[in-house]
C-alpha cells in the first residue's frame, strides 16, 4: 500500500482527481469504482471542475456504485443513485446508460447481487475504484464479520453505521434502512487500482487498524493489504494514530519523478 498523508482533503482530491484523469484519458472504455458518503465528494467536485473547465471527458467511461440501500425507493433521494447523480453525474458527459448501481429495490435481491456481479465481469471489471472507510472499518457496506471472500450480497448494517447515516435522513435512526445490497470484498479486490480516501480524526482509528493492523474480517479495509495496488490519501487528521507516518511520508517524499501512483 502507498500511504499519502496530505495537509488537508482538498490536496487528497487533487491526487484522487489525477488518478481518475489518468485512468480515463489512457483507457479506452475505463471503468470507474465509486463510492458515496461524504469523503469523496471533493474529489467528485475537482472532476466535475476539469469536465467543465478543461473539458475532461467521462463519455466512453462506465461507472459502478459499491452498494445501494435496500427497502428503499428508487427516487428516495439519500438512495445512492440518486446520490451519486445529484453530486456527481448529472453534472459530467457520463451517459445514462454508463451508470450502473446494485439494484436495491429489486424484488428478487439475490438475483439483483447476481446480476450485478455479471455487470461487473461483462465489462471487465473495474479500473480505478474510489473507496471511504465506515467508522466501524468498512468498505462498501461491508460490515465488521464480513467473509473476506464475499461478492454483492444482501447484508445487514450494524446499528454503528445506521447512527452514521442517519444524517442523511433528517437525523432519524427509524429512516434508515437496516439493509443493504453491497458488493464483497472479494468484488472490490478485483478492481485494478484501488483509492482509498480518509478524512478526519473519527477515521484515524480504523484507517490505522485497516492500514497498520492484522488482517481481519472484523475490521473489513485491513483486507486492502492483500491487493497489490492500493494509493491510501489521507489527511492529517485521520494520519495521528499512524505509528509508521513518518515513514510514509518520507517515502513520497523520495518518491522517483518517473514513477506515479
Ligand atoms: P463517509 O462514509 O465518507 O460519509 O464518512 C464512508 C463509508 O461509510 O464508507
Given at each position: 500500500?502507498?500511504?499519502?498523508?496530505?495537509?488537508?482533503?482538498?490536496?487528497?482530491?487533487?491526487?484522487a482527481?489525477?488518478i481518475?484523469?489518468?485512468?480515463?484519458t489512457?483507457?479506452a472504455?475505463p471503468?470507474?469504482?465509486?463510492?458515496?458518503?461524504?469523503?469523496?465528494?471533493a474529489t467528485?467536485?475537482?472532476?466535475?471542475?476539469?469536465?467543465?473547465?478543461?473539458g475532461?471527458?467521462?463519455?466512453?467511461?462506465?461507472?459502478?456504485?459499491?452498494?445501494?440501500?435496500?427497502?428503499?425507493?428508487?427516487?428516495?433521494?439519500?438512495?445512492?443513485?440518486?446520490?451519486?447523480?445529484?453530486?456527481?453525474?448529472?453534472h459530467?458527459?457520463l451517459?445514462?446508460?454508463g451508470?450502473?448501481?446494485?439494484?436495491?429495490?429489486?424484488a428478487d435481491?439475490?438475483?439483483?447481487a447476481?446480476?450485478y456481479?455479471r455487470?461487473?465481469?461483462?465489462?471487465?471489471?473495474?479500473?480505478?475504484?474510489?473507496?471511504?472507510i465506515?467508522?466501524?472499518?468498512?468498505?462498501?457496506?461491508?460490515?465488521?464479520?464480513?467473509?473476506?471472500?464475499?461478492?454483492?450480497?444482501?447484508?445487514?448494517?450494524?446499528?454503528?453505521?445506521?447512527?452514521d447515516?442517519?444524517r442523511?435522513?433528517?437525523d432519524?435512526?427509524d429512516?434508515?434502512?437496516?439493509h443493504?445490497?453491497?458488493q464483497g470484498?472479494?468484488?472490490?479486490?478485483?478492481?485494478?487500482?484501488?483509492?482509498?480516501?480518509?478524512?478526519?480524526?473519527?477515521?484515524?482509528?480504523?484507517?490505522?487498524?485497516?492500514?497498520?493492523?492484522?488482517?481481519?474480517?472484523?475490521?473489513?479495509?485491513?483486507?486492502?493489504?492483500?491487493?497489490?495496488?492500493?494509493?491510501?490519501?489521507?489527511?492529517?487528521?485521520?494520519?495521528?494514530?499512524?505509528?509508521?507516518?513518518?515513514?510514509y511520508?518520507?517515502?513520497?517524499?523520495?518518491k522517483?519523478?518517473?514513477?506515479t501512483?
Open positions: 500500500m502507498e500511504i499519502v498523508i496530505t495537509e488537508t482533503p482538498e490536496v487528497a482530491a487533487i491526487l482527481a489525477d481518475v484523469e489518468r485512468a480515463l489512457t483507457i472504455t471503468v470507474l469504482g465509486l463510492a458515496t458518503g461524504t469523503t469523496p465528494l467528485y467536485r475537482e472532476l466535475i471542475s476539469r469536465h467543465v473547465e478543461s475532461l471527458s467521462f463519455v466512453a467511461a462506465r461507472v459502478f456504485l459499491l452498494d445501494e440501500y435496500v427497502g428503499l425507493p428508487r427516487d428516495h433521494p439519500a438512495a445512492f443513485r440518486q446520490v451519486i447523480a445529484r453530486e456527481f453525474t448529472d459530467i458527459d451517459p445514462m446508460t451508470l450502473h448501481s446494485p439494484d436495491g429495490p429489486a435481491i439475490a438475483g439483483a447476481n446480476d456481479e455487470a461487473l465481469a461483462d465489462v471487465g471489471g473495474v479500473d480505478v475504484q474510489i473507496l471511504g465506515g467508522s466501524d472499518g468498512h468498505i462498501g457496506f461491508n460490515e465488521p464479520s464480513s467473509s473476506l471472500g464475499s461478492r454483492t450480497r444482501l447484508k445487514t448494517l450494524t446499528s454503528k453505521t445506521r447512527i447515516n442517519a442523511f435522513f433528517d432519524d435512526i429512516q434508515v434502512p437496516h443493504c445490497l453491497t470484498i472479494a468484488t472490490i479486490l478485483e478492481a485494478r487500482h484501488i483509492v482509498l480516501l480518509a478524512f478526519g480524526e473519527s477515521k484515524a482509528c480504523p484507517l490505522t487498524r485497516a492500514v497498520e493492523g492484522p488482517i481481519t474480517a472484523m475490521v473489513p479495509a485491513s483486507a486492502l493489504q492483500l491487493h497489490p495496488h492500493v494509493t491510501v490519501l489521507v489527511d492529517e487528521a485521520a494520519a495521528t494514530e499512524l505509528s509508521y507516518a513518518d515513514y511520508r518520507e517515502t513520497f517524499e523520495n522517483p519523478h518517473w514513477q501512483f
